[in-house]
């Protein structure tokens, strides 16, 4: 019904910056809120940063001040700026959209994008 697909990972040093981005398919898909997960390994997935449709943001403690998520409801997508990277910053990172579909309620999770931070 609805696919994400995140892209943007990929290895960079301490202090350096990404962006990730998820694009959603299916244009007759309407996005309600979206967010970013993340999942070391050894540990559990946990919630980076989120966004509803009024535009509120919520972000984990750990990533205030250095990432910055967004959306742009008019594509269909959403992002993750991430800025002043560290090591422990390094995880797969997952995108999750709720929305509709008619008055189908969907969400859905994207497959992932690696990002490693070298120290």
């Known amino acids: 019904q609805v696919q994400l697909v995140e892209s943007g990972g990929g290895l960079v040093q301490a202090g350096g910056s990404l962006r990730l981005s998820c694009a959603i398919s299916?244009?007759?898909?309407?996005?309600?809120?979206l967010r970013w997960d993340r999942q070391a390994p050894g540990k559990q997935r946990e919630l980076v940063a989120s966004i509803d449709r009024f535009g509120i943001t919520n972000y984990a403690d750990s990533v205030k001040g250095r990432f910055t998520i967004s959306r742009d409801n008019a594509k269909n997508a959403g992002y993750l700026q991430m800025n002043s990277l560290k090591p422990e910053d390094t995880a797969e990172y997952y995108c999750n959209v709720d929305g509709y579909i008619g008055i189908l309620a969907v969400n859905s999770w994207g497959q992932g994008t690696q990002v490693t931070v070298s120290s």
């Open positions: 299916g244009n007759i898909f309407r996005l309600n809120g």
